[in-house]
């Protein structure tokens, strides 16, 4: 499986960024996939995960409320809408996926294929 993130970038404090993760390759019949992500000087961190078969979702309280994910089935996609940036949410972000479970978790070592990562910068 091949992990493609896009979307990174720039931004102000408030403004909103996309972030999306084509997966190609291998496919499983079940599967979950999460975003994670990386701030200078810090450990990795769950940031949202979504089942690929119920859709369900998951987020760390740091986010709830101004990210969401979503996927699209037919396209092998998911996306991270984050909104209400602040320069806290400063990191790479990653993609994962965890193969053969629905069920999203927040470590990281349970996901078995990650993405590149994408930049998302966001200033004061």
């Known amino acids: 499986v091949q992990l493609q993130a896009s979307g990174g970038g720039s931004v102000q404090a408030g403004g909103s960024l996309r972030l999306s993760c084509v997966a190609s390759g291998r496919t499983f019949s079940s599967y979950a996939m999460a975003w994670f992500r990386r701030a200078p000087g810090k450990e990795r961190e769950f940031v949202a995960g979504?089942?690929?078969?119920?859709?369900?979702?998951l987020y760390s309280d740091s986010v709830k409320g101004r990210f969401t994910i979503s996927r699209d089935n037919a396209k092998s996609t998911v996306y991270l809408q984050m909104n209400s940036l602040k320069p806290e949410d400063t990191a790479v972000y990653y993609c994962?996926?965890?193969?053969?479970?629905?069920?999203?978790?927040?470590?990281?070592?349970?996901?078995?294929?990650w993405g590149q990562g994408t930049l998302v910068t966001v200033s004061s």
């Open positions: 979504v089942s690929w078969g119920d859709g369900r979702t």
């Open positions: 994962a996926v965890r193969r053969l479970s629905v069920v999203v978790v927040t470590t990281a070592r349970d996901y078995d294929y």
